[in-house]
């Protein structure tokens, strides 16, 4: 069964940092190409970062250039977005994916994790 599990969401204050981990299951990450989406209220899903198997380079959303790093852990099978310098404008719900397209469009990728809060707030 193909599952993805995400864990590592919460309350944080600007400025913070947190760690998201995506672990899978039924499927090898290594022949993904891999991204990070965050949805807030009211709002479309927006892509934040991806990484492409192929070159080995990763891709951000100008909005998160420079705060935000996507790695994966072969060894673990599983997928990290760490997230530092944290805005309340990061708020959302977070969700980790996987797919043969690459980019930051959602519709590029097959396999979706369940969503984790992000919350930041003072």
């Known amino acids: 069964q193909v599952q993805f599990v995400e864990s590592g969401g919460g309350l944080v204050q600007p400025g913070g940092s947190l760690r998201l981990s995506c672990a899978a299951s039924?499927?090898?990450?290594?022949?993904?190409?891999l991204g990070w989406f965050r949805q807030a209220p009211g709002k479309e899903r927006e892509g934040v970062s991806c990484f492409d198997r192929h070159s080995g380079r990763a891709y951000y959303d100008d909005s998160v250039k420079g705060r935000f790093t996507i790695s994966r852990d072969s060894a673990k099978n599983t997928v990290y977005l760490q997230m530092n310098s944290l805005k309340p404008e990061d708020t959302a719900v977070y969700y980790c994916?996987?797919?043969?397209?690459?980019?930051?469009?959602?519709?590029?990728?097959?396999?979706w994790g369940q969503g984790t809060q992000v919350t930041v707030s003072s």
């Open positions: 039924g499927f090898t990450l290594e022949n993904y190409n």
């Open positions: 994916a996987a797919g043969y397209g690459v980019g930051l469009h959602p519709g590029e990728y097959d396999y």
